[in-house]
């Protein structure tokens, strides 16, 4: 496995769906985002992580995507470092999860998608400056982006 090319896809909902702060990962854009890397990325084993275990594997059930179980009672540290091991690129479905950014900024690999904050969000989104946030060679992944998927 650690010889195989990973790209992981984080997915934050839980607290996020009731916060106003933040936009939790939605089903349509994370399922895009996954058909994006499985097209950027043919022979890569697509492994989606999260808060919501139920709900991700509802959601990807027939996409050949594997879905990270970690007890919730884990230290972060222990996602943090699977990534560290194994995930080549990172897409973060909820661009202002912080753990996210960590998940993706200590990945084996340093190529990062996150999506897009959108012009007319609000909450903390409408305060974030992008360059202050993701790093230089993280890219946004846009709307555009998005459409064939």
Known sequence: MKKDFHACVHVR????????LHHASTPEDTVKIIKFLK???????????????????????GLDVGV???????????????????CDVVALTA?????????AFL????VVYYKEIEKN?????????????????WTPITK???KSY
């Open 39 to 61: 097209n950027a990325y043919p022979n890569a084993r697509i492994l989606a992580f999260g808060n919501d275990n139920e709900w991700l594997t509802s959601l990807v059930s």
């Open 107 to 110: 990945a084996r690999g340093k």
């Open 13 to 20: 909902r839980g607290d996020y769906l009731t916060s106003g």
């Open 68 to 86: 990270a179980q970690f007890k919730i009672q884990n230290p972060p540290n222990v996602d943090w470092e699977f990534s560290r091991q194994y």
């Open 121 to 137: 969000s609000e909450g903390m989104e409408s305060e974030l400056i992008p360059n202050d946030y993701f790093l230089p060679y």
């Open 144 to 146: 555009t982006m998005l």
């Open 95 to 103: 661009p202002t999860s912080t753990y996210g950014w960590w998940m």
